[in-house]
């Protein structure tokens, strides 16, 4: 495999990595027994980022986060899948270097979920709530090492529709 598909590789799954982590939480709800909505009304109607890689591997990464919320919540949680399915030995270990929201510094409070496989931010001030509407949130972070070996995989087994 020559060396520009393995870096396309490693990005197409970064990008995949990222969107799994921001949309956990929803994509979890559509799979309840319950099989009704998600109990979260806030509501994202937009998403925008930027992630750039440079040549050492650092991805450097800038989400911005449109919500509407209606009364009584405090903010958003940004869930980060840190496991790297090609090879279970590597972990993407984000470094947030900046939340802001509306424009201002918010507190944010980062734990670990699923025996340390999610990092999460709780976004928000505990002691406060947010006013009804839209509210703006941006997420800086640096992840090192996201670009592997075009080898990095070569003998693990993906899912497969080979077959019948």
Known sequence: MSSWVGVALSRGMLVLVVAAGLLWPLLGSLFTDEGSPADDPVVISEYRATFDVDEAG???????????FPSGRHGIFRYWDVADAADPGVRYLPDV???TMDDRDV???????????????KIGDPD??????EHRYRIS????????????????????????
């Open 128 to 133: 406060r709530y947010l006013s009804e509407g």
């Open 107 to 121: 507190p944010y409070e980062l734990f670990w979920e699923s025996g340390d496989r999610f990092l999460v931010a």
């Open 141 to 164: 972070y640096t992840i090192p090492g996201v670009i592997s070996p075009g080898t990095a995989g070569a003998a693990a087994e993906f899912a497969s529709t080979e077959g019948t």
């Open 58 to 68: 650092e991805l450097q990464a800038v989400e911005d986060i449109t919500a509407v």
């Open 97 to 99: 270097t900046g939340i």
